[in-house]
């Protein structure tokens, strides 16, 4: 019974962890690289603050009473990547999966969120 609860506990983490891996280098290269982006927005400051942002919303999604906010404020930062790689032509459809898998990892790990 404890190793199918350790084992249970671990598949449901086991998504957010590999979202997460994903969201905290590029909020770090957001912030230490910001005026060598090549970026629609060019103003350094503003790309800090959504790598600032990026990073406290990875934090909200991983605590258990903030996933809520977390998986909205990635989405909706994921929404606005996959406007801008429309926009200028690029591939986007690993940005869309990339949406999509960070609301699926919120809803393992807490599903009852997303039923009333």
Request: hydrophobic share 55%; aromatic share 10%; charged share 15%.
């Amino acid at each position: 019974m404890k190793l199918e609860k350790i084992t249970k506990t671990i598949l449901t983490w086991l998504p957010s962890i590999v979202i997460v891996m994903f969201y905290i280098p590029n909020a770090i290269d957001k912030i230490a690289n910001a005026d060598k982006l090549d970026k629609v927005i060019t103003n350094s400051t503003v790309i800090m603050s959504v790598g600032i942002i990026l990073l406290i919303s990875a934090l909200l999604f991983l605590i258990n009473k903030t996933v809520l906010w977390g998986t909205a404020i990635l989405a909706l930062y994921m929404a606005c990547v996959v406007v801008i790689h429309m926009y200028k032509g690029k591939p986007y459809e690993v940005v869309i999966l990339i949406g999509i898998c960070t609301v699926f990892a919120a809803y393992l790990r807490k599903p009852k969120l997303f039923h009333q």
